[in-house]
């Protein structure tokens, strides 16, 4: 399944599948972006990050894919499994900048 | 092992009282940050410090207040001139300067008696 990150909207997917977060981003002049995970009461966790002059980078399981042309950004996750329910939040840095901008997050939900 | 403590868990104030939210990190980072975030919302940075004696404002800073004396302690006062304290707060740090994610800690959650 896909999904738009802006408005946190929720994504629900069958354990097994694969999932696709999306996320449009505001700045063209953006250079680096990381997508976190957030757990119920608990702090973001960093599940993988791009620079602007790659267009794709794999992790375990995870794959990050950058179109700058449009910008958009999306978080791919293999086989997906219960313990990937959480909120996704996509972030931004604009070049020059120390400080990210993030987004609403897409909430995404395992059906057993 | 390494990481960021935040403290406390839970925190309740009075209105009219200033609180102060604790933040150590022992990753010998450089630069800090503090952040909001409401309900079903993303996050909003309230402060952030780049070196110790120093730190600048965020998006959303007016009613708190931070101090930088210890590169491993960033603490946040929520003063009683924020009308609508209410919120889960994030502190993260990160090593230097280049692009590089951010590490969170697992927040504190502040609430109104």
């Known amino acids: 399944g896909e999904s738009v990150g802006l408005h946190l909207p929720t994504l629900s997917v069958q354990e097994g599948d694969n999932s696709i977060i999306n996320c449009a981003y505001s700045?063209?002049?953006?250079?680096?972006f990381i997508w976190y995970k957030q757990e119920s009461g608990k702090g973001p966790q960093f599940i993988i990050d791009?620079?602007?002059?790659?267009d794709k980078r794999q992790g375990q399981r995870v794959t990050v894919l950058l179109n700058k042309t449009v910008k958009h950004l999306s978080l791919q996750i293999a086989a997906t499994q219960p313990g990937d329910s959480a909120v996704y939040f996509c972030?931004?840095?604009?070049?020059?900048?120390?400080?990210?901008?993030f987004g609403q997050g897409t909430r995404l939900t395992i059906n057993p | 092992d390494g990481g960021i403590t935040q403290s406390p868990k839970y925190l309740f104030r009075k209105e009219g009282q200033n609180v102060t939210l604790s933040c150590e990190q022992n990753l010998n980072h450089d630069a800090m940050y503090w952040y909001r975030q409401d309900p079903g919302q993303g996050l909003r940075l309230i402060y952030y410090s780049q070196i110790v004696n120093d730190f600048q404002k965020g998006d959303i800073a007016e009613g708190y207040s931070v101090s930088r004396e210890k590169k491993e302690s960033f603490p946040l006062t929520v003063t009683s001139a924020q009308k609508n304290p209410t919120a889960f707060y994030l502190c993260?740090?990160?090593?230097?300067?280049?692009?590089?994610?951010?590490?969170f800690g697992d927040g504190t959650r502040l609430s109104i008696l």
């Open positions: 700045n063209s002049a953006s250079d680096y």
């Open positions: 972030a931004e840095k604009v070049q020059g900048a120390q400080k990210l901008v």
């Open positions: 993260a740090s990160k090593a230097g300067q280049g692009n590089q994610p951010q590490h």
């Open positions: 791009i620079r602007s002059n790659m």
